[in-house]
């Protein structure tokens, strides 16, 4: 995302003036840093099939000796498939993840998997591109649109935080996910970020 600093700007003040709950949100929590990581787009995405169902805190620490099994910690779809199975269970990855993690690197290298093209994507597509990977399905790829491509206006409506904070906040039921997207629709086109206030509502808890 270009200007992401501006375009954080643009959401807080759009968020600020058409919800009042948002808007005590922000004033609470303050300023969030938003930043774009693509530094590696297929290392990143390795590290949100590592993350499924684990806490940020668990998924680093298996992501950190993930990486220490490459030189110079420079994750490559080549040395991961011919790195022995035995040898990535040994991390702290599930059998499962192992394989998704070897199906994802077969297909960068077939060219199944085109990571270097998602930029030029809709969300959407990206989403179908991605979910041809074993292992990664829309909240995977959500989670890449919003850390990894900075896109601004995604709701990962799955996602156990999110339901938990618009469950505290909104009172809305977790199964109400038709309720939660009409609570969104004023957010949009910053639903990302109003996303990662939801999520920092919940820490500490």
Known sequence: MKNS????QKAIKHLLRVD??????????GKLEFRVHQEDIFAETVDSI??????????KVI??????????????PKIILTTDDSRL?????????????KD???????????????DNMKDEEVV????????????????????????????????????KAFEKLYSVKKSNQKKMIEIAAIWRPYRTIACRYLWKSLDNE
Do not use: C
Request: charge should be positive.
């Open 63 to 76: 992501y950190s000796r993930f990486e220490a099994l490459f030189p110079d910690k420079k994750v490559d």
């Open 128 to 163: 179908d591109h991605l979910i041809q990977v074993k292992g990664i399905g829309p909240w995977t790829a959500q989670m890449i649109l919003m850390f990894s491509l900075g896109r601004p206006d995604i709701l990962p409506l799955n996602d156990l935080g999110i339901q």
């Open 104 to 118: 994802l690197a077969q297909k960068t290298l077939d060219g199944t998997i085109k990571l270097h093209l998602l």
């Open 50 to 59: 590592i993350s499924q169902q684990l806490s940020g805190k668990v998924a």
């Open 89 to 101: 269970r040994a991390i702290g990855t599930s059998w499962a993840k192992v394989k998704y993690i």
């Open 5 to 8: 600093r501006e375009l954080f």
């Open 20 to 29: 009042p709950v948002m808007k005590g949100l922000i004033k609470r929590i």
